[in-house]
């Protein structure tokens, strides 16, 4: 049965890295935060307007106007 000194001898090592590992991840975390702020905001710019795609048919050649309308009512 090893000693409690050689046990902890390779916690020891592994330590560092556990600790890097943990910061590294809190610093993804933060970033994924502040990607969902922004996101959240552009999206709530364009639901607050009328956006419009128009796509040409690439069979027929017709055009295809698709509007999505957000939660206020548009104003012309």
Known sequence: MPDRD????????RT????????????MDQRLDNMDSMVSAVAERVLSQ???INITCPHCGKDIEIALMGKEK???
Request: glycine share 4%; hydrophobic share 25%; net charge neutral.
């Open 6 to 13: 050689e046990r902890n001898e390779g916690t020891d090592e």
């Open 16 to 27: 560092p890295d556990v600790q890097r590992l943990k910061r590294r991840l809190d610093i």
């Open 50 to 52: 009328l956006v419009t």
């Open 74 to 76: 548009p104003t012309r």
